[in-house]
């Protein structure tokens, strides 16, 4: 939950800035002309931008629902290029789009609130109202994803559910000079007849039996009416990556197409499978080997027992992501900012200011020792200030050094 603007005391000329934003505005149109494809990945930033915003947006109505008071929401940081008063919150726009922030007076116990105003202050209310306002910035994330979900499976289908058929989709190398076609269906391989794509893999590859190229591969396939028997003889993989011996066939995938009330009941539960991955994988990364694997892959160990892709992504690597993804296509740019939405909600609820789950873990705090005690305790939050700042310098490492390694060696590509 950002409460100011870290640009609020750069002083500038509003009017140059004014220029120069409208000068940018244009540029960026003009090259969304010129390079259709570029445009697609900025309007993939712009959409975590507006994710941002909404983020702030949740605190913002939550705070409003809850009877604090908002003095200010802007959307971007910096000189003022517009605003507006209305009632006791100023709207407006700024001329930094790195994000936004909502001004609820009164977060903590040193800033200083007009004595009038402090029943409205944060501070000042009750538990529930605190945890309501700080959960609600990330609450939107999770909704989000949950939406974006809903999309996927309901125009898209169930990707995660898709499976493997043995219907061949094409065929290359043996299997194509053998004269198997797209559309034929694998009915048996070497006399065992197949009920699954699991078991054409494993009989043309036994497991302790790896197949070499120039063997022979009987396999009877349904093409129409006729059950027809071919001899296959495998080749050298042109995968560099794959050193076996291949017959050269590709199953046709079935992706499970939902109906709207399969897909609005299935979203949430897909979104909590994404949220789970995603605590381990966080839980990975911190954890005593996570950070040696980082350290190692800083140092620019390339190793088999260096995990290259097991860290954070700066803004460069997450440009790079969702210009892959636009390549892929929609559903893999609509699973990025699912991944995404669901990794930021759960970030920000860590216990640790500066973080919504700080705000979170002082309010239950305050609570208990105020129960426990029968008088009203609350955090003095200069004692918490080292912690804060040793948070914020992890923080700044983090993005420091994933940025260099976002530059130096790139993530592979997912999609």
Known sequence: ?????????????????????????????????????????????????????????????????????????????GPRLW?????????????????????????TNLEEVDPQDEPSAYRNKRTAAKVFVAGAGPAVHFVIAVVLMFAVLFFAGDYRSQHPTLVLAQTSQGAAA?????????????????????QVQNLINPAGHPAQPGEIVHFVVQRGDEAIPFDVTLQQSTDSSTKRAVAGILPNTVVPRLGIVSSISEAPRQVADFGWESIKAMGTVFSPSGISNYF?????DTGSNTNQNARFSSPVGVGALATDAVKAGWVSVFELLIAINIFVGL???????????????????????STIRRRRVQVDAAKLLPITVAVVAVLGFIFLSSLFLDITHPIANPF
């Open 296 to 300: 190692r892959i800083l140092s620019g």
């Open 83 to 107: 605003s507006v008063r209305r009632g006791e919150t100023e709207y407006g726009v700024k001329a930094v789009p790195l994000g936004g922030y909502c001004r609820i007076i009164g977060m």
């Open 178 to 198: 053998a004269g198997l076609k797209a559309g034929d269906t694998v009915v048996s391989i070497n006399g065992t007849q197949v009920r699954d794509w699991t």
């Open 347 to 369: 970030f920000n609820l860590l216990p640790l200011l500066p973080f919504d789950g700080g705000h979170i873990a002082i309010a239950m705090y305050e609570w208990a020792a």
């Open 1 to 77: 939950m950002r409460t100011s603007d870290p640009f609020e005391t750069v002083e500038v000329d509003p009017r140059r800035t004014l220029a120069t934003t409208i000068v940018v505005i244009v540029g960026l149109a003009v090259a969304a002309v010129l390079f259709p494809t570029q445009a697609e990945v900025v309007a993939v930033i712009l959409a975590l931008f507006v994710m941002i915003m909404l983020h702030e947006l949740g605190h913002f109505l939550a705070a409003k629902r809850s009877g604090m008071k908002v003095t200010e929401f802007f959307v971007g940081f």
